[in-house]
């Protein structure tokens, strides 16, 4: 019997040994997911244009020698993007933004709105996984990143940061208003400093937050805002075979983790995130993915 019991746990321990290394491997199994939403006012496009592109990308989480991933983001200037999303969390360490920089460069020459995640101001910590999947929160460390920098590079471009602020433009022939929150995984939000329905006069209300917090997500909701852009949940990075989350790290649930769906009247998009935490190098059936959203006219 003892010569079973070895066998069997030698067997486990093999066997999650090749699931560990094949989860590793998966970090730059790239994937760029396209979905079609129907948002705009009929003759809102013009000439021969059929959509309006938005490319959502989040977590980054750069770290040194992570060339093939800079590579990979650079690469994504050929969807044409009219417009470039960033929901955070580009930092996984104090030396690397220049590396998501450079990651960023063809893109930063768009149109671009972003928000930051608690991984943008603070280096992470080592993760507990049973803590992960008992869905507890984990405290902030207290390292601090050089966010600073790579907020004044985004913004020297011509993104705009939508922390707690209201944001009115136009992409192309399109008017945007956008409005977005600090992280309100770790209670950094005051959504009261931008209360208030979009710009009537807007062809497309975007709302930005890192973390989709489903109490955020009901004030844009309320206030009439159109489109959702979040990331945090890596799509829930460690997935059942299908894809399926089994814990998203915060408050939304499962079956949004990732992707497209409805909150109410209001659309929500998702992203899975194109990187994990240095202390959890592992996804498993949940690739790193960006998002090229086509908004075209609705009928």
Same mark, same amino acid.
């Given at each position: 019997?003892?010569?079973?019991?070895?066998?069997?746990?030698?067997?486990?321990?093999?066997?999650?040994?090749?699931?560990?290394?094949?989860?590793?491997?998966?970090?730059?199994?790239?994937?760029?997911?396209?979905?079609?939403?129907?948002?705009?006012?009929?003759?809102?496009?013009?000439?021969?244009?059929?959509?309006?592109?938005?490319?959502?990308?989040?977590d980054l989480h750069m770290l040194p020698g992570q060339d093939t991933k800079r590579e990979w983001v650079s690469s994504l200037i050929d969807t044409d993007p009219d417009l470039v999303v960033n929901t955070g969390d580009n930092l996984g360490d104090a030396k690397t933004v220049p590396d998501v920089l450079r990651a960023l460069g063809p893109l930063l020459s768009r149109p671009g709105l972003f928000v930051f995640g608690s991984n943008d101001y603070w280096a992470p910590r080592p993760v507990n996984p049973l803590g992960y999947l008992a869905r507890r929160k984990r405290p902030v460390s207290d390292v601090e990143l050089p966010?600073?920098?790579?907020?004044?590079?985004?913004?020297?471009?011509?993104? %705009? +940061?939508?922390?707690? #602020?209201?944001?009115?433009?136009? =992409?192309?022939?399109?008017?945007?208003?956008?409005?977005?929150? *600090? $992280?309100?995984?770790?209670?950094?939000?005051?959504?009261?400093?931008?209360?208030?329905?979009?710009? %009537? +006069?807007?062809?497309? #209300?975007?709302?930005?937050?890192? =973390?989709?917090?489903?109490?955020?997500?009901?004030?844009?909701? *309320? $206030?009439?805002?159109?489109?959702?852009?979040?990331?945090?949940?890596?799509?829930?990075?460690?997935?059942?075979?299908?894809?399926? #989350?089994?814990?998203?790290?915060?408050?939304?649930?499962?079956?949004?983790?990732?992707?497209?769906?409805?909150?109410?009247?209001?659309?929500?998009?998702?992203?899975?995130?194109?990187?994990?935490?240095?202390?959890?190098?592992?996804?498993?059936?949940?690739?790193?993915?960006?998002?090229?959203?086509?908004?075209?006219?609705?009928?």
């Amino acid at each position: 019997m003892l010569r079973s019991t070895l066998s069997a746990t030698g067997a486990a321990a093999l066997g999650g040994a090749a699931l560990a290394a094949w989860g590793n491997r998966e970090l730059e199994n790239f994937r760029l997911h396209e979905v079609t939403v129907p948002l705009l006012p009929p003759g809102t496009l013009r000439g021969d244009s059929t959509d309006f592109r938005i490319l959502h990308i989040s977590d980054l989480h750069m770290l040194p020698g992570q060339d093939t991933k800079r590579e990979w983001v650079s690469s994504l200037i050929d969807t044409d993007p009219d417009l470039v999303v960033n929901t955070g969390d580009n930092l996984g360490d104090a030396k690397t933004v220049p590396d998501v920089l450079r990651a960023l460069g063809p893109l930063l020459s768009r149109p671009g709105l972003f928000v930051f995640g608690s991984n943008d101001y603070w280096a992470p910590r080592p993760v507990n996984p049973l803590g992960y999947l008992a869905r507890r929160k984990r405290p902030v460390s207290d390292v601090e990143l050089p966010w600073r920098d790579m907020r004044a590079a985004f913004v020297e471009h011509g993104w %705009r +940061d939508a922390t707690h #602020a209201r944001c009115e433009f136009k =992409a192309g022939h399109v008017r945007i208003a956008a409005a977005g929150v *600090d $992280d309100p995984h770790h209670d950094l939000d005051d959504y009261d400093t931008i209360a208030g329905p979009p710009h %009537r +006069d807007c062809d497309l #209300a975007l709302a930005l937050s890192h =973390a989709p917090e489903p109490a955020v997500l009901r004030r844009f909701a *309320d $206030d009439g805002y159109q489109l959702a852009l979040c990331g945090h949940t890596h799509g829930g990075q460690i997935c059942l075979p299908g894809g399926r #989350a089994i814990v998203t790290n915060c408050g939304i649930n499962a079956r949004r983790a990732k992707g497209l769906s409805h909150l109410g009247p209001m659309h929500l998009h998702v992203s899975e995130g194109l990187g994990t935490s240095r202390y959890a190098p592992v996804r498993l059936f949940c690739p790193p993915t960006a998002t090229l959203l086509r908004i075209t006219e609705h009928a």
